[in-house]
């Protein structure tokens, strides 16, 4: 069976059952980004989730992947303004552009455990 197969079985399958919650390990700069972020969105970001009819703990793992690639994205951004940097070593680009890597890295991490 395919993991998108898999996936939806077991959300038809928990369609009828009570809500159970759901436990999700995130990384502790994932949790602080996620605090630090937490409204970014807004409920407006997340209507298409909230009206599509899938269960809570689906549309809860859909809210929290699009958090992440909204994360991902300003880490992106944040590169490649230090990328064009002028007023930076080449030392002190590197270090920076590392410790991006680092938490672009964690991301992906977190977005693959909640695939």
Same mark, same amino acid.
């Given at each position: 069976?395919?993991?998108?197969?898999?996936?939806? /079985?077991? /959300? !038809?399958? +928990?369609?009828?059952?009570? !809500?159970?919650?759901?436990?999700? &390990?995130?990384?502790?700069?994932?949790? #602080?980004?996620?605090?630090? &972020?937490? *409204?970014?969105?807004?409920?407006?970001?997340?209507? +298409?989730? +909230?009206?599509?009819?899938?269960?809570? $703990? $689906? @549309? !809860?793992?859909? @809210?929290?992947?699009?958090?992440? @690639?909204?994360?991902?994205?300003?880490?992106?951004?944040?590169? #490649?303004?230090?990328?064009?940097?002028?007023?930076?070593?080449?030392?002190?680009?590197? /270090?920076?552009?590392?410790?991006?890597? *680092?938490?672009?890295?964690?991301?992906? +991490? !977190?977005?693959?455990?909640?695939?």
């Amino acid at each position: 069976m395919r993991p998108e197969s898999e996936a939806s /079985a077991r /959300a !038809d399958a +928990d369609a009828g059952a009570p !809500d159970q919650g759901v436990y999700v &390990d995130l990384s502790p700069l994932a949790r #602080r980004m996620s605090a630090q &972020d937490s *409204g970014k969105l807004g409920a407006a970001g997340h209507a +298409d989730i +909230d009206e599509s009819g899938l269960p809570s $703990v $689906v @549309k !809860d793992l859909l @809210k929290r992947i699009r958090e992440l @690639k909204e994360q991902l994205r300003d880490l992106q951004q944040q590169m #490649r303004q230090i990328q064009s940097d002028a007023s930076l070593s080449p030392e002190q680009r590197q /270090a920076q552009l590392q410790q991006l890597m *680092g938490q672009i890295q964690e991301h992906r +991490d !977190d977005q693959s455990r909640l695939a």
